[in-house]
Nanobody
Framework: QVQLVESGGGLVQAGGSLKLSCAAS????????MGWYRQAPGKERELVAS???????DYADSVKGRFTISRDSAKNTVYLQMNSLKPEDTAVYYC?????????????????WGQGTQVTVSS
């Protein structure tokens, strides 16, 4: 019904930058909140940043001042600009979208997740 496709992960040295993208497609009526989460080996998945449909943002304390979340509603895409990366930012990054979908003659509101993209920061 809805697919989230992430891109932009990779290997970068400490202090470097990466920009992640996540594009949503499918039977979308509207998208509410979008967010980025990450999961490091042996740790629980945690919220990194989120953005509402009106553009309000929220960040984990560990990334404030370094990461910026944005979205292009016309493209159903959310971005995460990551600067001043640290080794502790190494994780699989997932995007999530709160989506109202067209389901036959009705609508349903569901959360969808991307497949994840690996970000590795070397020291």
């Amino acid at each position: 019904q809805v697919q989230l496709v992430e891109s932009g992960g990779g290997l970068v040295q400490a202090g470097g930058s990466l920009k992640l993208s996540c594009a949503a497609s499918g039977s979308i009526f509207s998208i509410y909140d979008m967010g980025w989460y990450r999961q490091a080996p042996g740790k629980e998945r945690e919220l990194v940043a989120s953005i509402t449909s009106s553009g309000n943002t929220d960040y984990a304390d560990s990334v404030k001042g370094r990461f910026t979340i944005s979205r292009d509603s016309a493209k159903n895409t959310v971005y995460l600009q990551m600067n001043s990366l640290k080794p502790e930012d190494t994780a699989v990054y997932y995007c999530k979208a709160d989506v109202s979908i067209v389901y036959y003659s009705t609508r349903r509101r569901l959360d969808y997740w991307g497949q994840g993209t690996q970000v590795t920061v070397s020291s």
